[in-house]
C-alpha cells in the first residue's frame, strides 16, 4: 500500500485529452518524512509514522522536539499501517512521484464544521405540519419517547453539533500529477475546507527517497592562486628632468 499526507487547496476544472472537462481538487501533498517505523515488536503494530507541514521550533513542545530529533520539525504525524516494514528508514521522504495518473485512492479528511444545528437541516426530518394550530413547531423535532418508558433511549436523533467528522470517500481517481509543484489533481471533492489535512492512500508499492540520495551535495568551492601583477616601470616626469639641469 502505497500512502501520503497532504492538503487541500480547492477544487478547478481539467480539460482531458478527448475534450472532456473534469472537476478536480488540487492537493499539496508532501513530501513527508517518515519519522518512525513501528515493526510490531515494541509498538504491537506494523505501521509507519510520516510528517507533513513545515513549524517553528517556538509552537512546538519539547518531546514533540525529542521525537522528531536530527529531522525537519512537521506539524502533522500520522500512523498508516502496513503489512511490512522492510526497506523503510526513519528519515526516508515519500513524494507525489509514488502515485501515477489513473490510480484509484481513498482520501480521509475531516468535514466542515457546522455548529449547532436542528433535526430538519442534521437528519433531514420532514418537520411538522405548517398551518391548523401547530405554531412554532415547523421544524421541531416531535415526539422522542413514549412516557412508560420514563427516559430517552441512546442513539436517538436529536439537534446537536454537525460536522468536523472523520469522512472516507473511496475509489477517487488521480487525474495528475505535478512533481515540480508537489500537487495531486484528484478527481471530484474530497471532504473538509482547505488547507485542511487529508490522508491519500491507495493500493501498489510505495516509492521511498532514501535519506542518502535526498541529501543535498555539499560543493566545495575552488580556490584559484592569484598571481600579482608586476610592478610597472617608475620613469621621471619630463619636469623634474628640467629642475635637475637647471
Known sequence: MKFILGK???MTQVFLDNGNVVPVTRVLAGPCHITQVKDGVKDNAKAVQIGFGAKKE???KKPQIGHLKDLDLVGWLKDFAVETTDNVKRGDTIT???FNSG?????IGISKGKGFAGVVKRHHFRGG?????????????????????QRVFKGMRMGGRM???????????????HSDTNELYIKGAVPGGRNSLLMIQGEGELKIVSKAEAAPVE?????????APEPAAVTEAPVAQEQAAA
Open 129 to 149: 405540519p405548517a398551518s391548523h394550530g401547530h405554531k412554532d413547531n415547523l421544524r421541531m423535532p416531535g415526539s422522542i419517547g413514549a412516557g412508560g418508558v
Open 219 to 227: 560543493v566545495v568551492p575552488t580556490v584559484e592562486a592569484v598571481v
Open 8 to 10: 487541500k487547496l480547492g
Open 103 to 107: 490510480d484509484k485512492v481513498n482520501v
Open 96 to 98: 507525489v512521484d509514488t
Open 58 to 60: 517556538f509552537r512546538m
Open 163 to 177: 460536522g468536523t467528522d472523520q469522512v472516507t470517500v473511496k475509489n477517487l481517481e488521480i487525474v495528475a500529477i
